[in-house]
Every structure is written in structure tokens, then in C-alpha cells.
T-cell receptor, first 114, second 114 residues
Framework: AQSVSQHNHHVILSEAASLELGCNYS??????LFWYVQYPGQHLQLLLK??????LVKGIKGFEAEFIKSKFSFNLRKPSVQWSDTAEYFC????????????FGAGTRLFVKA | NAGVTQTPKFQVLKTGQSMTLQCAQD?????MSWYRQDPGMGLRLIHY???????DQGEVPNGYNVSRSTTEDFPLRLLSAAPSQTSVYFC?????????????FGDGTRLSIL
């Protein structure tokens, strides 16, 4: 069965610090990968996605992620975080060859100190 | 554009009561799904549907029923509510053969079981 692991459950950073959130998935086939963000009191919104092509994907608000197939990883990065990045971040995977289930990681709560 | 609409936004039930969480989308998406969000556990897939008349189980289906009589609607039924079902429930949709496309999420239903 597919699974998604996010290594950090809580991260606290100061403004301007760099961010990297880890995401590993377990599935040997072709996958589509997503990072979603959930701001306090809101629903999930897409940050970025990867399904083919350049493994370095750029998303909204200065976020990027790198797909490393050999490591089954899709880590999220941002060079300089802002207070407004305080939110919960979810990595998600789906695999259409095995079904239509999109599986989410447990999430990482990011708190950015002003 | 309405997108994905969930009702109600909040609900309190007593143990043993039944209720239906409503989800409707106006984007003609074939794929719809229900997740529950619990602290530290991310989003877990309850049930999903790939079209009218077709539903399947996700990661945590026990205690929940779904049906899909139309493309637009995908209600989630709690048959006999239990305190363990206290959670925030999200409905999501996307086109069927577009696994590389993100899901559109509703605003969620916060459900408390006493």
C-alpha cells in the first residue's frame, strides 16, 4: 500500500531562515506528487505539483520542491520564510496505475517567528 | 464559481446518532473523495468515487457509508456516531483521468461527537 512520511511534525523558524520539509513516499510505480498548504482556519490549497519533466518544481509564494526518484523523496524548500508562511504543510501522492487514491502525509506545522 | 460546497460547517452529535455530511461540486468532476483530518495524522481517505454509481473504500472506511447517485453530489453518512469520529471532514474533487491535477477541497465540516 502507498504511504507518505513527513519527517518533521513541528518546525519553528525565524523570519528569513531557510526551510526544508522532508517527504518520502513508498510506491514503486509512476506517481504524481503534491504539496498542499493549509493556513489557519482554511482548507487545503495547492503549493506545487510534480508529475513529469524537470524534477525541480517551482510553486507559488517562492516555494520549490525537488523530486529525487532514487530516494522516493519530494522535499519542499523555501530560501527565506516569512511570518505569513505560518501554516500546516502536507505532502500527497497518487498513483493512477494502482487506483485513484490520493494519500497524504501527517503534515508539518510550521511556525515562523516575526 | 462555487467549487466544492460542504454543509454543515459545524455539527455536534450525541453518541449513537446518525447524520449525513453533504458535499456538492459544480465543476463536473468525476472523482470525489472524503477525508478526515485529525491532529498529527494528516488527512486520511475515508471513501472515494470515480463516477456516479461507483464508490470504493479508502484508508479508514469503517463507520461511514457513501453513495454517488449524481456527478455533483457525494454525501457521507455516519451510521452510529462514536466519539472517535470527532474530526474535521473534507470533501474534494478533481477530473477523473487527471491524476496530475490537484484536488479542489471544500471548507470542511467540524464534527464533534459527545
Amino acid at each position: 500500500a502507498q504511504s507518505v512520511s513527513q519527517h518533521n511534525h513541528h518546525v519553528i523558524l525565524s523570519e528569513a531562515a531557510s526551510l526544508e520539509l522532508g517527504c518520502n513516499y513508498s510506491y514503486g510505480g509512476t506517481v504524481n506528487l503534491f504539496w498542499y498548504v493549509q493556513y489557519p482556519g482554511q482548507h487545503l490549497q495547492l503549493l506545487l505539483k510534480y508529475f513529469s519533466g524537470d524534477p525541480l518544481v517551482k510553486g507559488i509564494k517562492g516555494f520549490e520542491a525537488e523530486f529525487i526518484k532514487s530516494k522516493f523523496s519530494f522535499n519542499l524548500r523555501k530560501p527565506s520564510v516569512q511570518w505569513s508562511d505560518t501554516a500546516e504543510y502536507f505532502c500527497a501522492v497518487n498513483d493512477e496505475t494502482g487506483g485513484f487514491k490520493t494519500i497524504f502525509g501527517a503534515g508539518t506545522r510550521l511556525f515562523v517567528k516575526a | 464559481n462555487a467549487g466544492v460546497t460542504q454543509t454543515p460547517k459545524f455539527q455536534v452529535l450525541k453518541t449513537g446518532q446518525s447524520m449525513t455530511l453533504q458535499c456538492a461540486q459544480d465543476m463536473n468532476h468525476e472523482y470525489m473523495s472524503w477525508y478526515r483530518q485529525d491532529p498529527g495524522m494528516g488527512l486520511r481517505l475515508i471513501h472515494y468515487s470515480v463516477g456516479a454509481g461507483i464508490t470504493d473504500q479508502g484508508e479508514v472506511p469503517n463507520g461511514y457509508n457513501v453513495s454517488r447517485s449524481t456527478t455533483e453530489d457525494f454525501p457521507l453518512r455516519l451510521l452510529s456516531a462514536a466519539p472517535s469520529q470527532t474530526s474535521v471532514y473534507f470533501c474534494a474533487s478533481r477530473p477523473l483521468h487527471a491524476g496530475n491535477q490537484p484536488q479542489h477541497f471544500g471548507d470542511g465540516t467540524r464534527l464533534s461527537i459527545l
